[in-house]
């Protein structure tokens, strides 16, 4: 696994490197100290995960995010950021990034990488709690849920679930068995590949 980090602190930086590397799997192909300067060197590098601070002076993480996936939409960007902000979190799910993570919780880097680069979309436990407030009202889009092999009433479970409600109000609404819903997501999990229920909220909030 290639990857390029991208923090504006020189230490900083040189210390991810040196956290990540530790894992035998991952090599860290570039290290650059602005948004401007991963723009140019992602077209270089080409890294699987770009792994980016989001304050830095020239260019923020942000613009940088938005400048890359212009030019490959399947760049996978990994905010790692002491920034905890809910107007950064939504603007970086918008933007299409890959998960957001805070910089303190370095003992969660190399498992999202990894998480990451396996196709999930990651976010630090504090992120997870308040999704569902920072994104109560998500833009609805039009949603193929049929191509994901997904029929009208499992669609039904994943929005319950991203809201928030347990297997048991989940019944409660649909008139179902709590044994039913927990059936239908496991068959949901599996059908989109995904881990765990964050998964499917996160899913949601992303895709539909």
Do not use: W
Not at 35 to 54: C, F, N, Q, T, W
Not at 160 to 175: D, I, P, R, W, Y
Request: hydrophobic share 40%.
């Amino acid at each position: 696994m290639k990857i390029m980090i991208v923090d504006d602190d020189k230490l900083v930086a040189s210390s991810l490197k040196m956290i990540v590397e530790a894992d035998e799997e991952i090599e860290v192909t570039g290290v650059c100290h602005s948004g401007r300067e991963a723009v140019k060197a992602y077209d270089e590098l080409s890294p699987d995960i770009l792994l980016m601070d989001i304050r830095m002076e020239d260019m923020n993480g942000l613009e940088a995010l938005e400048e890359i996936i212009k030019m490959h939409e399947d760049a996978r960007v990994l905010f790692l950021t002491t920034f905890n902000d809910d107007e950064y979190i939504v603007k970086a799910l918008s933007l299409g990034a890959k998960g957001y993570i805070i910089k303190q919780d370095y003992e969660s880097i190399v498992p999202a990488l990894k998480a990451v680069y396996e196709g999930q979309t990651v976010f630090g436990s504090d992120v997870i709690e308040r999704l569902p407030d920072m994104l109560k009202e998500p833009a609805k889009k039009e949603f193929d849920y049929e191509s994901f092999g997904l029929n009208a009433q499992e669609y039904e479970i994943i929005e319950l679930v991203a809201m928030g409600l347990s297997n048991k109000e989940c019944a409660a609404k649909l008139a179902l068995s709590e044994g039913t819903v927990r059936n239908y997501i496991s068959g949901i999990l599996s059908k989109l590949e995904l881990r765990d229920r964050t998964n499917l909220a996160i899913f949601y909030y992303t895709r539909c």
